[in-house]
């Protein structure tokens, strides 16, 4: 069992940058692949960025690609999503998530824990 906590999340103006967290519990987290998510008012949530338990592969979305950087910290149980040059259209609640199969999926379905989120807001 994996509990995830997402912080950092806030209102920016567009250009601006943000740093987000996801703090897991448990002693097994180097072994989870974690993902990050984000959800736009009226709108799927959709895949944002990957990587692998492994922190040698990282996948991300088209539309993020060059913007944001996925990282982690297995020492601090912490995965972090950097995001950089914010657009109004980052604006949605954004989830991590994490699986232990595979090496970093962009399937919202093959993950099996999810945190409860934080809101990211860019003005323009």
């Known amino acids: 069992q994996v509990q995830l906590v997402e912080s950092g999340g806030g209102l920016v103006q567009a250009g601006g940058s943000l740093r987000l967290s996801c703090a897991a519990s448990?002693?097994?987290?180097?072994?989870?692949?974690m993902g990050w998510f984000r959800q736009a008012p009226g709108k799927e949530r959709e895949f944002v960025a990957a990587?692998?338990?492994?922190?040698?592969?990282?996948v991300y979305a088209d539309s993020v690609k060059g913007r944001f950087t996925i990282s982690r910290d297995n020492a601090k149980n912490t995965v972090y999503l950097q995001m950089n040059s914010l657009k109004p259209e980052d604006t949605a609640v954004y989830y991590c998530?994490?699986?232990?199969?595979?090496?970093?999926?962009?399937?919202?379905?093959?993950?099996?824990?999810w945190g409860q989120g934080t809101q990211v807001t860019v003005s323009s």
């Open positions: 448990g002693r097994t987290f180097s072994t989870y692949n």
């Open positions: 998530a994490a699986v232990r199969r595979g090496l970093g999926s962009r399937r919202e379905d093959e993950y099996d824990y």
């Open positions: 990587v692998s338990w492994t922190i040698s592969i990282t």
